[in-house]
C-alpha cells in the first residue's frame, strides 16, 4: 500500500501543531473565522500577530482588529 511509504517532512514533527498554525495565518482562513465568529461586518478588519506575552508564554494564533473598536475583540485560538 501507498500509505506506508508516505513519511513526513522533518521540519514539521508531529505533535509541533506548525502545519495548523501556517494554515490559520492564511488569509482566507482568517476571513472565514472572523466573520463565523464576529460576524458578516468583521470581514478583511483582522490580521494574525505576534502570540508571544509578556510572561514568555506562546499563543498557537492571535487575530487582532485592523481598527480600534469594541466591536471588533481580539481573537485567541489554540490548537
Given at each position: 500500500p501507498e500509505l506506508l511509504l508516505f513519511s513526513m517532512?522533518?521540519?514539521y514533527p508531529p505533535?509541533?501543531?506548525l502545519i495548523s498554525k501556517l494554515v490559520?495565518?492564511?488569509p482566507d482562513v482568517v476571513e472565514m473565522i472572523t466573520?463565523?465568529?464576529i460576524g458578516p461586518?468583521?470581514?478583511s478588519m483582522y490580521s494574525p500577530r505576534p502570540t508571544e506575552w509578556?510572561?514568555?508564554s506562546k499563543s498557537d494564533v492571535v487575530y487582532v482588529s485592523?481598527?480600534?473598536s469594541t466591536s471588533f475583540p481580539?481573537?485567541?485560538i489554540e490548537v
Open positions: 517532512d522533518p521540519k505533535g509541533s501543531d490559520l495565518r492564511n466573520t463565523t465568529l461586518n468583521a470581514a509578556a510572561g514568555g485592523n481598527v480600534s481580539p481573537i485567541l
